[in-house]
């Protein structure tokens, strides 16, 4: 049974980092393209970043690009978010996700995901 846990969100002020994990069971792990996104209160879910099979590629929103860095551990069967120079505007909930087999790098189709963690709270204050 893949489970996918994230942890490490938070209420933070504007202009301050987090960083999110994502642990994994139940899979290979290093085989799977994986991807965090958001869902904001009345919102669809965003593309925040994904990162294919062994980190040699990575993608991101516009929105966080500079801000935010994913990176992933195999050898740990974890996924990171390092978010820099938070914004209000990041208040969401955080999940993670395994890369579907109709995954590409570039994607931002929550249906090219197929298993999803519970999600983690971030709140920004401004």
């Known amino acids: 049974q893949v489970q996918l846990m994230e942890s490490g969100g938070a209420l933070i002020q504007a202009g301050g980092s987090l960083r999110l994990s994502c642990a994994a069971s139940g899979l290979p792990f290093a085989l799977y393209p994986m991807g965090w996104f958001r869902r904001a209160p009345g919102k669809e879910p965003e593309l925040v970043a994904t990162i294919t099979q062994s980190g040699y590629r990575t993608n991101y929103a516009d929105s966080v690009k500079g801000r935010f860095t994913i990176s992933r551990d195999d050898a740990k069967n974890a996924m990171y978010l390092q978010m820099n120079s938070l914004k209000p505007e990041d208040t969401a909930v955080y999940y993670c996700?395994?890369?579907?087999?109709?995954?590409?790098?570039?994607?931002?189709?929550?249906?090219?995901?197929?298993?999803w963690g519970q999600g983690t709270q971030v709140t920004v204050s401004s």
């Open positions: 996700a395994t890369g579907a087999q109709t995954f590409y790098s570039g994607t931002q189709n929550p249906r090219d995901f197929d298993n």
